[in-house]
């Protein structure tokens, strides 16, 4: 078409797999925001360069966090996305919702933004993709009325997320959305008003699948896990054995990491005091094997990706924690770190970052846990020792 | 507690100004500032209070440059002209 | 009529307002759940009550158009029910299982496809590139789609030999889990940032700005008169981190920015430790709109791997099994000073072994 103002955008509209330009030209149809945010994005794949300005210092009233600023540097030509602010809506728990609540939410974004949207951000949040700033207010407002509220940004709690977890499916270890839900709740404030030296991103997965990543991407992971044996139900067992396209020798007892399993052809046996808990086998014969029944969970912390100092994996801190509500022990030690970090962090320092700086020895000692061997893969092998007691002569 | 809220507010509306265009203050640098001054006449809790007046009257705001800082109110844009 | 109410603190909606009501009846309780083709799973409670999902694409970015035909789907075939998965898929929530081939009918004939289950490459993590990012060295959706054009067999079926978890960031702040992914797509930029002097002072503080560099390579300095920073040029890893607390030191360079494609992470637990992605190729010119070398490049990835892997062998545990110098053989990317690590940790990555295949 010579008369597209998108011709390199538009080779994107071939292919099979659905098309975001697609989607940004359905939008355009409704918002000419959306049609300004077609033609600078073209400007972007002809120059190979990003069109938007630096950070922004817009927001809502009274929060810190939930509003992205984003401003075009080529507002001269596309003065419809002159302000493109991203609205961040907190998610409802394991991102469940009927069609009548994204009706609801779309009502309020086709009155007063781009009509596009993220289903969802990586953080976890509903995002409302490109409003001006005279809109926020009225966004905000509309969003409370009917129940919503915004999510984190900037040196806050962020959003925290979690997996699908015991609404549907069989491995969850602890409830991973009711905790998501109470952390949230119990957390609003610091959610919503920036305190920390940097971000604090809370993750809830239900088995050490982590299927939201927490312990790539979360400063506090939760990590959901079990004490005992794996259940076994060997009926079952038998029918994957007579499935001629399954070997249980190959792809169960020779996957198990801790080599703690053993099949004769007719049984299957599990050194469960030598299991790590890895997930395989269950994952692999999910009708004959299930996790065991003394569940709770994990907390690894310190994840984050490489700005500044370098990413980090999270480590455990916590090898094993009750899951019950209201709590109170997960809330404890969060409100003990949350203290350590308000007096040993700096700004742009994530807390993983900061436990490196300090040392995790330290660290754990501040927040008032024993240092455990399952906080290590090995001791140290380094004998540089900072000893802190000594005998003087009397 | 000896200093009210609307006290604290006001002193760290106070020190926010005098900072201004000199470094960007976090919410927590303001508060520890606010306890060197006032000592055991003010906590973290108290200090977070009188962050939120600041805020809700929009005396405030926060700002975000690779972290979140307070300011006074800017003009509209991305960045400082 | 008086202006709505504005009500502040009050979190998400409770969740529970959102269940199927076959989920609040098995809440916990599901026994265990099978693939019945691929996109489809069926969850069996201890009760025996059944749950069905269809899971569909998304290119994440979506219009209210669309969600709004996803709405009158989710009305027409499953009780107005449904949810969204870490990676950006759409999932149905059926209980009437004759509702599920009908729904894949309408959903292809609308363009979405159904799939990303088991052993498939599921939807790709992203971020948000050209599309809404100050700081990106590439485009994130564009990315997503040639690659998933390229590789739609795999969403599609189930036949590899593992899932393989694609993730793109369109710079190293890596707003997704990229590092831990199996392949990993990364923008980066490649030249220091050009420091605007005249506009230094007003725009940035200067303290937090030197000390923004992991590096130490920015230094205060004076320039026409003006306070401004200067930069160490030898010692700048183009992290932009400077650039997040400084405006005036812009990172962005369309002669030099491009992608980089790493492997072998995951965040899984399962058989073996969450680890992170490693380099294999360095550096891609970025070439929009389709990226031709960075598709080439994946898809010779997965095609190796398809066909060299073990059965429940991800990318990660097939490379450590035959080996990083087997894995540049079979693929031919090249080798380069820039594949060894010289940051902080960087002698952990140093073989001190004399155990090698030759």
């Given amino acids: 078409m010579s008369d597209s103002k998108s011709p390199i955008l538009d080779e994107l509209e071939k292919g099979p797999w659905p098309s975001f330009v697609t989607e940004i030209k359905k939008a355009a149809e409704k918002s000419p925001m959306a049609q300004g945010l077609l033609e600078q994005l073209e400007l972007s794949y002809k120059e190979k360069k990003t069109h938007w300005k630096h950070g922004g210092i817009v927001g809502v009233k009274g929060y810190g966090g939930g509003i992205i600023g984003r401003y075009s540097d080529a507002s001269d030509k596309f003065p419809d996305v002159a302000h493109f602010h991203t609205v961040r809506v907190n998610q409802p728990s394991g991102w469940f919702y009927t069609a009548d609540a994204l009706r609801e939410l779309m009502g309020i974004w086709e009155k007063h933004g781009s009509c596009l949207t993220n289903f969802h951000g990586s953080t976890g949040d509903t995002v409302f993709l490109g409003t001006k700033t005279s809109e926020l207010e009225a966004i905000f407002t509309e969003l409370s009325e009917k129940g919503w509220d915004l999510g984190g940004s900037g040196s806050d709690v962020r959003t925290p997320s979690c997996c699908v977890g015991p609404a549907r499916c069989e491995f969850a270890c602890y409830d991973t959305l009711a905790l998501t839900y109470d952390l949230t709740m119990s957390y609003q404030d610091e959610l919503h008003r920036p305190f920390f030296p940097y971000k604090w991103k809370f993750k809830m997965a239900g088995c050490?699948?982590?299927?939201?990543?927490?312990?790539?991407?979360?400063?506090?992971?939760?990590?959901?896990?079990?004490?005992?044996?794996?259940?076994?139900?060997?009926?079952?067992?038998?029918?994957?054995?007579?499935?001629?396209?399954?070997?249980?020798?190959?792809?169960?007892?020779?996957?198990?990491?801790?080599?703690?399993?053993?099949?004769?052809?007719e049984k299957l046996e599990i050194d469960n005091r030598n299991c790590v808990k890895c997930m395989h086998c269950i994952n692999v014969m999910p009708k004959a094997l299930r996790v065991g029944k003394e569940k709770g969970a994990a907390i690894l912390i310190g994840a984050k990706a490489p700005i500044v100092e370098g990413a980090q994996l999270a480590s455990v801190i916590v090898p094993f924690i009750d899951m019950t509500p209201p709590y109170q022990e997960l809330k404890d030690l969060i409100a003990a770190i949350w203290e350590f970090w308000d007096e040993h962090g700096v700004a742009r320092e994530r807390i993983g970052e900061c436990i490196q700086r300090v040392g995790l020895g330290s660290f754990i000692e501040q927040i008032g846990l024993k240092p455990l061997p399952q906080m290590v893969l090995q001791p140290r092998d380094n004998p540089y020792i900072f000893y802190e007691e000594y005998l003087e002569e009397e | 507690m000896a200093v009210s809220t609307e006290e604290l507010a006001d002193s760290m509306y106070a020190l926010v100004a005098e900072y201004a265009g000199k470094k960007k203050l976090k919410a927590s640098d303001i508060v520890k500032e606010m306890i060197d001054k006032y000592g055991d006449e003010v906590d973290k809790n108290q200090g977070k209070e009188a962050i939120r007046l600041l805020m809700d009257s929009e005396r405030c705001v926060y700002t975000y440059f690779g972290g979140t800082y307070i300011e006074l109110p800017h003009k509209e844009g991305s960045a400082p002209e | 009529m008086a202006a709505p109410a504005r009500k502040t603190d009050i979190g998400p909606p409770h969740y529970e307002k959102f269940l199927h009501p076959i989920i609040k009846e098995n809440y916990g309780k599901w026994k265990y759940h099978e693939v019945i083709k691929p996109?489809?799973?069926?969850?069996?409670?201890?009760?025996?009550?059944?749950?069905?999902?269809?899971?569909?694409?998304?290119?994440?970015?979506?219009?209210?158009?669309?969600?709004?035909?996803?709405?009158?789907?989710?009305?027409?075939?499953?009780?107005?029910?449904?949810?969204?998965?870490?990676?950006?898929?759409?999932?149905?929530?059926?209980?009437?299982?004759?509702?599920?081939?009908?729904?894949?009918?309408?959903?292809k004939q609308n363009n979405i496809p159904v799939g990303g289950t088991k052993n498939s490459i599921s939807n790709i993590v992203h971020t948000q590139g050209w599309i809404h990012c100050h700081s990106s060295a590439t485009d994130a959706s564009g990315l997503v789609k040639v690659i998933m054009d390229d590789c739609f067999e795999y969403f599609e079926n189930m036949t590899l030999p593992h899932k393989v978890k694609i993730a793109v960031a369109c710079c190293l702040n890596m707003c997704g889990a990229v590092h831990c992914s199996d392949i990993a797509i990364l923008g980066l930029h490649r030249r220091p940032p050009k420091i605007d002097h005249a506009n230094l002072k007003n725009m940035c503080e200067i303290p937090s700005t030197v000390a923004s560099c992991p590096t130490a390579a920015i230094r205060p300095t004076y320039v026409d008169g003006k306070p401004s920073v200067k930069i160490d040029e030898d010692r700048c890893m183009f992290c932009g981190n400077c650039f997040s607390v400084c405006p005036a030191m812009p990172i962005a360079d369309p002669l030099n920015d491009g992608v980089s494609i790493w492997v072998g992470g995951k965040v899984s637990n399962a058989r073996t430790q969450p680890t992170f992605t490693k380099l294999a190729i360095p550096y891609i010119p970025n070439n929009p709109p389709r990226w031709t070398e960075v598709t080439e490049a994946v898809k010779k990835i997965v095609t190796i791997y398809a066909q060299d892997a073990e059965k429940y062998e991800r990318v990660g545990e097939w490379i450590e099994r035959i080996g990083w110098p087997r894995f540049f053989d079979l693929t031919g990317f090249e080798f380069t000073k820039y594949h060894i690590d010289d940051f902080k940790y960087a002698g952990l990555t140093y073989r001190r072994t004399t155990q090698m295949k030759y």
């Fill in chain 1, 208 to 265: 050490p699948n982590d299927c939201v990543a927490s312990i790539a991407r979360s400063d506090f992971s939760i990590i959901g896990t079990w004490k005992d044996d794996i259940r076994m139900d060997s009926e079952a067992v038998k029918e994957y054995a007579a499935d001629a396209d399954f070997n249980i020798q190959k792809f169960v007892v020779n996957k198990c990491p801790s080599k703690c399993m053993s099949w004769d052809g």
């Fill in chain 3, 39 to 107: 996109g489809v799973l069926v969850h069996v409670a201890e009760t025996g009550a059944k749950i069905f999902t269809v899971r569909a694409a998304s290119p994440r970015l979506l219009s209210s158009t669309t969600i709004l035909l996803i709405c009158d789907l989710a009305d027409k075939y499953s009780g107005g029910y449904l949810r969204f998965t870490s990676r950006n898929n759409i999932e149905f929530i059926l209980d009437n299982e004759a509702n599920i081939d009908p729904l894949i009918n309408e959903l």
